[in-house]
């Protein structure tokens, strides 16, 4: 029996070696216009992930929406960190936060302009997450935890699943926002605002979760 699966898989190398393949004559640049004519945007990254498999998009969102409530779950019995040590030295102060500041600025970038060029929602949310983690980790915890109450950041990030959600079911129906103009910054239907919605979900979503883990885990 070993022999005959040995032969086989000799076989399908053999036929991958001698068998044209379509794909290399031409067929994979059809199939890229193909996405973009459908979707509308330059990104084809972001056409396949916000329409051609909208399915698996809606799950991943969902996922980390349940990735968060596993760790609060998880550490709600635990004790508090009696004190959290933190960069406290003017260099690396001034660092971190440069560099928050860059993080932010890409993640807006990304979010915004997803669609046209290399970036997009998922990716706009991490770079959110690193500038929010490159502050928390210069400033006190007790004020990022007061700043999170304040702008009722759990809400928001709770807000923007169901939006997504609500959005990404109607798109599933077959209802769709004019394409625009290819290439321009108000093009690509939905897919834009679903960029900016799975952005802010997951900086939110980071933002919750470095406070958790600061608080009962500390830093350094």
Not at 130 to 145: H, Y
Not at 156 to 166: A, G, Q
């Amino acid at each position: 029996m070993k022999w005959v699966y040995f032969l086989a898989g000799i076989a399908l190398f053999v036929k991958v070696l001698v068998m044209p393949n379509p794909i290399a004559e031409g067929g994979e640049i059809s199939i890229v216009e193909s996405v973009v004519a459908d979707s509308g945007v330059a990104n084809v990254v972001s056409g396949i992930i916000f329409r051609n498999r909208l399915y698996d998009t809606i799950f991943e969102v969902v996922v980390f929406t349940i990735a968060i409530l596993g760790v609060r779950f998880l550490l709600a019995n635990e004790q508090p960190t009696e004190q959290v040590y933190q960069f406290s030295d003017g260099p690396s102060r001034v660092l971190a936060r440069l560099g928050a500041t860059i993080s932010a600025l890409v993640s807006i970038e990304l979010a915004i302009r997803g669609h046209l060029s290399p970036g997009g929602g998922f990716a706009a949310g991490v770079a959110g997450g690193t500038a929010i983690g490159l502050i928390a980790i210069t400033s006190s915890s007790e004020q990022m935890e007061k700043i999170y109450k304040k702008w009722n950041a759990a809400t928001w990030e709770k807000v923007s699943v169901l939006i997504f959600i609500v959005l990404a079911a109607i798109t599933l129906m077959g209802l769709e926002l004019p394409q625009g103009e290819l290439g321009g910054l108000v093009s690509g239907g939905i897919i834009p605002i679903l960029n900016i919605l799975v952005a802010l979900k997951v900086a939110l979503g980071s933002w919750a979760v470095i406070l958790l883990f600061i608080r009962y885990r500390g830093l350094l």
